[in-house]
């Protein structure tokens, strides 16, 4: 039994750490899957499109999965609400596993489009089923820190799927992959192992009991659970929703529209950085792979340690307060990289910064949204607001490739581009006024 003065962790039991754990593992290979796509698609793209249109159709690929994504999440915040979380979460990270590994089979642009879509739906099942699930079964007084450790974690997914794609990068360049294979299929393929394996222990998880009391209260009212016509037409569910759909539009944009697409800026200053050192232009396609993955591991460095520090802010001064700061943060650091990481040396300390930005709101988010929801909407109204993001998020890669094209297509252009559409960043702040402060409230019902 934990007391006033004793940290939040003292007051979870065995069953309690079991599910944080549980949840905690599909979400980071949610997003190992996720960052390894980010570091294939270039290579992807380049074989199956042609090198020259390799970073226009990269960005349309981007928004497939996002769509995706966003699809995935309305279904099973729904599904997740009615049938249980711990069911559809084993739903999700199964798809999601599948459909990663079908992605090394593309023969063509269609069908990997068709494989990411479907990834993406997987994927963008996980992030409420995993925050509803830890919201429901964890005591009070550890939800809020519980649930930014668990958003926190999410970077040792990214962070390892850097590191594969530095090991496979490596492995390239020495052409030693296996079978044939190109460095993107074998991302892939590892890309689909780890969430597969998850799948058996998930099926041990139970539903928590307060979604069960809810779920029998609803069948003895008449009442509907994960019903988008009461999250949206009911006070205060449907203010809460649409705010959160502003606030999360902005993070998501922040990350997925822009951030993500540090690779490209990194391919162009190590190509001129290689070039000049004397490396051979055949190893250049390899040295461009691993130097992405390098990238990719300062970012979520840098965003392990922006998560944790406003996931304590959120808890020392608000859910509010904590958003404007993570948000600001995330559009100056966006700017930093898109305008002024010019030299291969400030790879080391801009990404990190960038990283610490727009990671540091994904934070706030597991923390907040699911307390401006009652049990029988978290689910729903949780992946509404994240994933309701998403299909904003699908327009900016399409934008930065539409942008860029009419620029003139190069490096450049991409970078004015990407400086344009860093301005929505903005518009998370025009939300913080009109959403409710649950600092220290119990969970609405």
Same mark, same amino acid.
């Given at each position: ?80 609400d009615r049938f249980g979380r711990a069911r ?181 200053? $190590?190509? +001129? @950085? #290689? ?8 190893? %250049? !396609? ?6 992405? *993955? ?42 930093? $990289?898109? +305008? @002024? #990481? ?8 801009? %990404? !990190? ?6 990671? *540091? ?70 939300a913080i006024p009109f959403l409710p402060e ?8």
């Amino acid at each position: 039994m934990s007391t006033p003065t004793q940290p939040w962790w003292r007051s979870l039991s065995r069953e309690h750490w079991f599910v944080f754990n549980v949840a905690s593992l599909a979400w980071l290979f949610d997003c190992l899957d996720s960052q390894l796509f980010n570091l294939a698609r270039g290579g992807a793209m380049a074989q199956l499109v042609g090198p020259q249109r390799a970073a226009e159709y990269g960005s349309y690929s981007m928004s497939f999965f996002l769509l995706g994504w966003a699809v995935g999440g309305f279904v099973f915040g729904a599904l997740g609400d009615r049938f249980g979380r711990a069911r559809m979460l084993t739903y999700s990270v199964l798809i999601y596993s599948v459909c990663t590994g079908l992605s090394s089979l593309s023969t063509g642009f269609f069908d990997f489009s068709v494989y990411r879509f479907i990834t993406g739906c997987g994927v963008g099942g996980v992030f409420g089923l995993s925050v509803a699930l830890i919201a429901d079964s964890l005591p009070d007084k550890a939800r809020a820190p519980a649930l930014g450790l668990f958003q926190s974690l999410s970077t040792w997914g990214n962070i390892t799927a850097g590191l594969i794609g530095m090991g496979i990068g490596a492995l390239a360049a020495r052409a030693l992959l296996p079978f044939g294979l190109k460095d993107w299929q074998v991302m892939f393929l590892i890309g689909s192992l780890p969430a597969l394996l998850c799948v058996f222990i998930l099926r041990r998880l139970k539903e928590p009991a307060k979604w069960q009391q809810a779920r029998d209260a609803g069948v003895k009212s008449g009442v509907q659970l994960g019903s988008y016509a009461e999250l949206l037409g009911a006070k205060p569910w449907g203010k809460n929703a649409w705010l959160g759909v502003v606030m999360c539009c902005a993070g998501v944009v922040g990350l997925w529209g822009l951030g993500n697409f540090h690779p490209q800026i990194i391919g162009s200053i $190590v190509t +001129k @950085h #290689l070039t000049a050192s004397g490396v051979a232009p055949e190893s %250049l !396609p390899s040295a461009r792979s691993y130097w992405s *993955s390098v990238g990719l591991l300062l970012q979520n460095i840098g965003g392990f340690a922006g998560m944790m520090t406003l996931s304590w802010v959120a808890q020392r001064w608000g859910r509010r307060i904590a958003y404007a700061i993570a948000i600001t943060l995330s559009f100056l650091s966006t700017v930093l $990289v898109f +305008k @002024h #990481l010019r030299e291969f040396d400030q790879i080391f300390w801009m %990404l !990190p910064l960038m990283g610490f930005g727009q990671l *540091s709101v994904f934070a706030v988010y597991a923390i907040y949204l699911p307390e401006l929801f009652p049990t029988r909407l978290r689910s729903t109204g949780t992946s509404f607001c994240y994933n309701s993001g998403r299909i904003i998020a699908a327009t900016a890669p399409f934008t930065i490739g539409v942008i860029t094209r009419n620029l003139g297509g190069d490096i450049e252009a991409f970078r004015t581009a990407g400086l344009y559409v860093s301005l929505f960043l903005l518009t998370g702040l025009l939300a913080i006024p009109f959403l409710p402060e649950t600092k220290d409230r119990p969970l609405p019902e």
